[in-house]
């Protein structure tokens, strides 16, 4: 058994993010010791590579945990898929860095094919469909819509709103920004602390989100949502 401390060394990953994958259901530890302890054993390693893996190829955890979650999942078969979406990761990065270098030298700068992702998509829809193709992934599907996230956004933007009156540094204001950074990273994608500081700015600068924000959370939420996130990222 190894704790959550030892995992984290071992893996790379944070013990912050280790909780928020076991509050969520992710990676659940074998057992808790006496004390409250987190223990993990190998299954549980053999879990975190796997998600590991699918992270690097940029699948939300909700998505993550339904395909591994389901009953037939393989994982043998699966890092077979797993290898050749990286592969095809290498190659698209790889048109990427040429298409730079060209630019660089003056190249035409009229041609995006470079950045067409599409075989990327096709490789991640065939494993929803290959391993996401159950009852749990179905309903998640039906549960997730838009409407729903949207109106969670609301809720965790009105919650800021009641702590307006708060100093952006009191912990109860930065544990609800990690909130919202995690609940971005569960239903969107990775949100890095880099991405959480352009997002902080883009809720003041662009009109849209600043009246959204502070319709959720009353007049001046916006602003205080974007100043609580530079403090956080700083």
């Not at 290498?90 to 009229?110: F, S, T």
């Not at 500081?197 to 662009?206: H, N, Q, R, T």
Request: aromatic share 10%; hydrophobic share 35%.
């Amino acid at each position: 058994m190894k704790t959550v401390k030892e995992i984290s060394q071992m893996s790379g990953v944070s013990v912050r993010t280790l909780h928020h994958y076991h509050k969520i259901g992710l990676l659940v530890p074998a057992n808790m010791s006496p004390a409250g302890y987190r223990l993990y054993d190998d299954r549980n390693v053999a879990r975190l590579q796997q998600i590991l893996l699918y992270r690097e190829l940029e699948f939300p955890l909700k998505d993550i945990k339904n395909i591994l979650d389901a009953e037939d999942f393989d994982s043998y078969a699966a890092l077979d898929q797993q290898i050749v979406f990286l592969e095809e990761k290498i190659r698209h990065l790889e048109g990427v860095i040429n298409h730079a270098k060209a630019l660089q030298r003056g190249g035409n700068n009229m041609n995006f094919t470079a950045y067409d992702k599409s075989q990327l998509d096709d490789l991640q829809a065939e494993a929803k469909e290959r391993w996401g193709d159950t009852t749990a992934y179905i309903n998640y599907e039906q549960k997730a819509s838009y409407s729903v996230i949207q109106q969670e956004m609301q809720a965790i933007f009105s919650g800021f709103g009641e702590m307006k009156n708060r100093e952006i540094s009191d912990s109860r204001v930065q544990k609800q920004v990690k909130s919202l950074q995690d609940y971005i990273t569960e239903h969107f994608y990775l949100c890095t602390d880099e991405i959480l500081a352009g997002l902080g700015s883009l809720y003041v600068e662009d009109e849209s989100f600043k009246q959204n924000i502070d319709q959720a959370g009353g007049l001046g939420t916006a602003s205080f949502v974007s100043s609580a996130i530079a403090h956080c990222c700083q």
